[in-house]
């Protein structure tokens, strides 16, 4: 079971690697805070995202808005790069 650290890492990662993704300007929010917030509503109906929720804690999601720029695994991507680097 990953410790608390662990969570807040990942949670830096991908929030970091969401604010520099796709393009500079976009129409939707980059990051979409989802405390306290169900998914489906915090993201405009029938666009692509990606989200991360962390249980109890807050989560966050990103409105895809080139989807040839953005990664099908782009957790996986996010994460691997940041700890094999080291």
Known sequence: MANRHTFFCIFLILQK???ECETE????????????KDVRRAVPKG???FAVDFGLDSGFAHVIEDEKMFS?????VCLKYHYFRI
């Open 17 to 19: 690697a969401i604010l």
């Open 25 to 36: 300007w976009a129409t939707n929010k980059k990051l979409v805070d989802l405390s306290g």
């Open 47 to 49: 666009l692509p995202y």
């Open 72 to 76: 099908k695994n782009f957790a996986q």
